[in-house]
T-cell receptor
Framework: QQPVQSPQAVILREGEDAVINCSSS?????VHWYRQKHGEAPVFLMI?????EQKGHEKISASFNEKKQQSSLYLTASQLSYSGTYFC?????????????FGGGTRVLVKP | DTEVTQTPKHLVMGMTNKKSLKCEQH?????MYWYKQKAKKPPELMFV???????INESVPSRFSPECPNSSLLNLHLHALQPEDSALYLC????????????FGDGTRLSIL
């Protein structure tokens, strides 16, 4: 099943914060976050494994609530470069190769 | 520039043509992936190869035929495609572990006439 992302779109002013959520109805093994700009390849941001550990990369961080099967991506003090579509990819079981199922995406637009 | 190279970048073909998409990586990754992405939609997994063997086929129509000649190369052979197969085809690779990211190529934009 495809994970559900919310919101579908968000518009920010430079310097503002935002939270993107990714929810699954099934137990997850890992959650991967990617950002894709128009006409480009998805770019890896971070991976959350079950255990609830929060990861961070500069001013973008994420958490994974294993009980709720929900991951959240936090954009802090957003920059113009943060614009793009954010996808969460979920993995239900550990298998040969990662079978990722991506959510519908959240379109983020950061304005000056 | 990405470390996963896909060729061609664009492909236009008729429904009766046979063509192939190529993906190459030299990062020593042992898992390679094909995804299909329609406009404004997320990537959808098609195939996974692990150690050069097909490990996942997401019920993809037989008009798409993957091939992994060696650990660095992944092909997708196309035959008798339909207009609805027009999409961006993305290749990715990693070492197959859940704690490692998938590295995506820039994709091949395919148009079926």
């Amino acid at each position: 099943q495809q994970p559900v992302q919310s919101p579908q779109a968000v518009i920010l002013r430079e310097g503002e914060d935002a939270v993107i959520n990714c929810s699954s109805s099934k137990a997850l093994y890992s959650v991967h976050w990617y950002r894709q700009k128009h006409g480009e390849a998805p770019v890896f941001l971070m991976i959350l494994l079950k255990g609830g550990e929060q990861k961070g990369h500069e001013k973008i961080s994420a958490s994974f609530n294993e009980k709720k099967q929900q991951s959240s991506l936090y954009l802090t003090a957003s920059q113009l470069s943060y614009s793009g579509t954010y996808f969460c990819g979920t993995e239900r079981v550990k298998a040969a190769g990662n079978k990722l199922t991506f959510g519908g995406g959240t379109r983020v637009l950061v304005k000056p | 520039d990405t470390e996963v190279t896909q060729t061609p970048k664009h492909l236009v073909m008729g429904m009766t043509n046979k063509k192939s998409l190529k993906c190459e990586q030299h990062m020593g990754h042992r898992a390679m992936y094909w995804y299909k992405q329609k406009a404004k939609k997320p990537p959808e997994l098609m195939f996974v190869y692990s150690y050069e063997k097909l490990s996942i086929n997401e019920s993809v129509p037989s008009r798409f035929s993957p091939e992994c000649p060696n650990s660095s190369l992944l092909n997708l052979h196309l035959h008798a495609l339909q207009p609805e197969d027009s999409a961006l085809y993305l290749c990715a690779s990693n070492d197959g572990n859940s704690n490692q990211p998938q590295h995506f190529g820039d994709g091949t934009r395919l148009s079926i006439l």
